[in-house]
């Protein structure tokens, strides 16, 4: 019967083809027989009688729950049954308020998450075809109480565990928590994801809305087919068309908002191999961490696959690892592996959470040549153990937002000066004041790129290390001048410092400078004057001047680590 052809096209597309790589290979079907990626590598065919045949519907659910089953509700279920009855057969149960403080938790959590309405409308489309649905029936009578008999909690624990393992119970309840978790942020209205559908069984709403248009559109032939898929350009009738605007971010209501089409004539609609594609896509996305994240590339389909098939990385999660560390080592892991072999590449972000959008960035080689250097990774690994800070009531991931500053070619300093604010409205900023120095060692070597060490070749240039140690000099001597180790006495100076930074203001800050050098009574280093030309120079060294009159000095720095 032939081949389907599905050629690299937009992110979405390209993550859909990435999940359904994941999916073929995970299928009975055979690589270079039933599937295979063309020689050109742009394209991944299938055999029409193999598509004809497979279980799609299978297919995508066993995808998803390789990608995202690890991190689901269910999982989590399971681990805690575990936990509950090994204290119990060990005798250890409710043996002192803080473990039975936990204990309760857990127990709770298993009621709560298993009785949820998103669970519960699972079981009503499976009960008929599991056995021993009363496990489930019972717990929607009688929650799990810690004050049970441990004899009978550990009976219904048990019965709990045989009855979520049967395989149906398992991709029920695990796909329920993807769907509303995962899927639900890439697409929408459409399938198991339409409010109306949300009672009824998600392997029967997605082959019909999904699998059977598929199947039956590679099926015929479309020559006389007046309408064309917006992403692939091939023909169908208006009976198999399918808007995009199911996808979050990509159109708004087509059959309410048609301002934007000629004439408001709206063709924005894919072919149902397109929407199948599409419907793929949150599984070709990496989740690191609360962040999703895709690099796409256009010129090659299996180093496109390549660098988007790190899923299984869960598992390499340290116990005792804060859950933000391990997503930025995972995200330095990436960066650091998958991109070497590239020039330019797009990589996509999206949050996890329900308001957040994509984030688009090309990634030209300077960005790459940037985290190739040995002291940019270098503080990146200092960082990925101190990412997190607290400003106000909003946490800054450090290390994201110093990867993505530097993956967007924007500059460190509007970050820097955040944390050194920071810095001076705590009493205890020893662990803000490295983190401010990694990212300033960050933007220097990203400024070095361009040409700023080669200005030192003109005399009256300082180095930031010595503009850091005259700084830390100053500290010094103010400090003993005023006789005490507290520099609270120096937030003003190191405060209006900032100010002039923020704003570019080099006559204010040599001012401020001048003034607090002369009542000290030490000679003002002619390096300064190379700030009064060079707006690029004046926020390099201005910066490093100000963290040693902070009191970070590279010297200390190394010497402690």
């Not at 992110?11 to 299928?27: D, P, R």
């Not at 009738?237 to 990509?250: D, H, L, T």
């Not at 496109?304 to 933000?324: A, V, Y």
């Not at 707006?535 to 963290?547: I, K, T």
Request: with cysteine; aromatic share 10%.
């Amino acid at each position: 019967m032939g081949r389907i052809e599905i050629t690299i096209g937009d992110c979405l597309k390209n993550a859909g083809l990435v999940a359904m790589h994941h999916a073929l290979q995970i299928s009975e079907g055979k690589e270079d027989g039933d599937y295979g990626i063309s020689e050109d590598r742009l394209s991944l065919w299938i055999d029409k009688d193999f598509a004809l045949h497979v279980d799609w519907t299978a297919l995508y659910m066993r995808t998803a729950i390789d990608i995202f089953g690890s991190r689901t509700a269910y999982t989590q279920i399971l681990k805690n049954i575990e936990e509950c009855l090994e204290k119990i057969q060990d005798g250890t149960w409710q043996l002192d308020k803080k473990a039975a403080k936990n204990e309760k938790d857990k127990l709770k959590f298993i009621s709560d998450k298993l009785l949820s309405n998103s669970y519960k409308s699972g079981f009503e489309n499976i009960k008929t075809q599991i056995e021993n649905p009363e496990v489930y029936e019972n717990l929607q009578k009688n929650k799990l109480k810690e004050k049970e008999e441990p004899a009978q909690l550990k009976e219904r624990l048990e019965q709990l565990r045989e009855f979520l393992k049967q395989p149906l119970c398992a991709e029920t309840f695990q796909m329920k928590s993807i769907i509303y978790n995962y899927i639900n942020r890439f697409w929408e209205g459409k399938s198991f994801l339409l409010r109306s559908n949300a009672s009824k069984d998600i392997r029967e709403v997605f082959k019909a809305d999904f699998v059977l248009p598929f199947q039956t559109y590679i099926a015929q032939e479309h020559i006389k087919a007046k309408d064309t898929c917006i992403d692939c350009g091939n023909q169908m009738n208006s009976k198999e068309r399918v808007s995009i605007a199911f996808m979050k971010g990509m159109a708004d209501d087509l059959t309410r908002k048609k301002s934007a089409f000629w004439n408001e004539k709206v063709d924005a609609f894919l072919c149902p191999v397109c929407a199948l594609l599409y419907a793929m896509s949150p599984m070709g996305f990496e989740l690191l961490g609360n962040t999703f994240m895709f690099l796409n590339t256009n010129n090659d389909l299996k180093a496109l696959i390549g660098f988007n098939s790190s899923h299984n990385i869960e598992g390499e999660r340290k116990e005792e690892e804060l859950f933000f560390a391990w997503s930025a080592r995972m995200m330095n892991v990436i960066l650091k592996e998958k991109t070497r072999e590239l020039k330019n590449v797009q990589i996509i972000l999206k949050g996890s959470e329900e308001k957040d959008k994509y984030r688009f960035q090309v990634i030209q080689k300077r960005a790459l040549e940037v985290l190739e250097i040995d002291v940019v990774q270098k503080n990146l690994k200092y960082l990925e153990n101190q990412s997190f800070i607290k400003d106000k009531n909003a946490y800054i991931n450090l290390y994201e937002e110093v990867v993505w500053n530097v993956l967007s070619g924007h500059h460190q300093y509007y970050l820097l000066n955040r944390i050194l604010r920071l810095v001076l409205a705590t009493e205890h900023a020893n662990g803000l004041l490295r983190q401010a120095s990694y990212v300033y060692e960050i933007q220097h070597r990203m400024g070095s790129m361009k040409g700023q060490e080669e200005e030192k070749k003109k005399g009256v240039y300082m180095t930031h290390k010595q503009m850091r140690d005259s700084g830390y000099a100053l500290r010094n001597a103010l400090l003993s001048a005023k006789n005490t180790k507290d520099d609270a006495c120096l937030r003003g100076m190191v405060y209006q410092l900032l100010n002039a930074l923020s704003v570019r203001n080099t006559e204010k800050f040599l001012e401020i400078v001048m003034r607090n050098y002369c009542s000290c009574k030490l000679v003002v280093p002619d390096g300064f004057v190379s700030m009064l030309d060079n707006q690029d120079r004046f926020l390099d060294l201005g910066y490093a001047f100000v963290l040693g009159l902070k009191g970070s000095h590279p010297d200390e720095r190394e010497e402690k680590e």
